[in-house]
């Protein structure tokens, strides 16, 4: 169980919840979720729901999740208060894998909306292993970029002087570059600017990135998110298909232990609604 430390809106139906729990915190690498059980005794929702881990504080014991707002189970989770405790299971799932250490050159980060959640933790602990990166970061508009403040040294976030590492994308263009994040992907690889392109959000962009990704020759990850049940492995409810192999045979693999973090190559992102 883990107590609610914050559970705050940052943005229209954009919640920050940070809450205690010392194995989490101690545990969680860049990539990984938690699969949440909601309060009550009732079995509604039955389900738990899964939240990547956005920043583990092992220090501190605590972790912060970024989320939104789409259905009953996060209607109900932007209802808790400080001081409530929450059934939390993880972290689960595989994460990132980090940059050859070897490797000479700068990686990208490319988020879509909420996708930045877990890659501010990528972030943070990419600067910690001194590899210089690009944040590309898009959104429709600015009301509804959550997170930025949150990407180690954005300090005061959108309204910080722009940083050569950061770049803010809107469809609407009410702040940064006007267009797509891919555009922004595209122009920086164009220029030799990544060696590597870690990427989340909504699977057209993601779709899009792996295109990229195979059009510059640059390896690409991407945390896939379906829908799931258990969590661990044994439903198969988040099956995805496998991109096909030597022999052309069908496989899948399960989001929640194969990935929700996989290279693009391995994941047909084509068959992914
Ligand atoms: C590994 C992983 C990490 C995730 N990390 C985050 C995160 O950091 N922040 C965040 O806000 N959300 C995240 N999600 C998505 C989040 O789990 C769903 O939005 C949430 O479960 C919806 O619950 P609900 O009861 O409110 O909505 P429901 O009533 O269950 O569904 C409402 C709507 O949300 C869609 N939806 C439901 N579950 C998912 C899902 N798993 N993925 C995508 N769409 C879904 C449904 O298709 C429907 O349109 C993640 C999902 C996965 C698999
Ligand atoms: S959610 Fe059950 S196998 Fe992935």
Do not use: F, N, W
């Given at each position: 169980m883990a107590e609610v430390l914050e559970n705050c809106e940052i943005g229209p139906g954009c919640f920050r919840m940070r809450l205690a729990d010392a194995n989490v915190a101690r545990s969680a690498r860049p990539g990984q979720f938690v699969h949440v059980r909601l309060p009550g005794s009732s079995l509604d929702p039955l389900l738990r729901r899964p939240f990547s881990v956005c920043l583990a504080d092992p220090g501190e014991g605590t972790l912060l999740v970024l989320y939104q707002v789409v259905g009953r189970g996060t209607q109900m989770l932007a209802k808790i208060r400080p001081g409530d405790y929450l059934n939390v299971l993880g972290p689960l799932g595989r994460g990132f894998d980090m940059p050859p250490a070897d490797g000479k050159g700068d990686v990208a980060l490319v988020a879509g909306g909420l996708g930045i959640a877990p890659l501010i933790m990528l972030s943070r602990d990419l600067s910690r292993a001194g590899v210089g990166c690009s944040f590309l970061v898009g959104g429709r508009s600015q009301d509804l970029l959550v997170g930025v403040d949150l990407v180690p040294c954005a300090g005061a976030g959108?309204?910080?002087?722009?940083?050569?590492?950061?770049?803010?994308?809107?469809?609407?263009?009410?702040?940064?570059?006007?267009?797509?994040?891919?555009?922004?992907?595209?122009?920086?690889?164009?220029?030799?600017?990544?060696?590597?392109?870690?990427?989340?959000?909504?699977?057209?962009?993601?779709?899009?990135?792996?295109?990229?990704?195979?059009?510059?020759?640059?390896?690409?990850?991407?945390?896939?998110?379906?829908?799931?049940?258990?969590?661990?492995?044994?439903?198969?409810?988040?099956?995805?298909?496998?991109?096909?192999?030597?022999g052309g045979r069908e496989t899948y693999l399960r989001v929640c232990v194969d990935g929700p973090v996989f290279w693009a190559g391995e994941v047909d992102l084509d068959g992914i609604a």
């Open positions: 959108l309204a910080a002087t722009p940083r050569r590492d950061l770049q803010v994308v809107t469809e609407d263009g009410s702040i940064g570059r006007q267009g797509l994040v891919t555009d922004a992907l595209d122009d920086l690889l164009r220029d030799g600017g990544a060696r590597c392109v870690y990427a989340c959000g909504p699977v057209g962009m993601l779709r899009e990135v792996g295109r990229l990704g195979e059009a510059h020759r640059v390896p690409v990850q991407v945390s896939l998110e379906e829908r799931m049940a258990c969590g661990l492995g044994a439903c198969l409810g988040c099956a995805v298909k496998a991109r096909p192999g030597r």
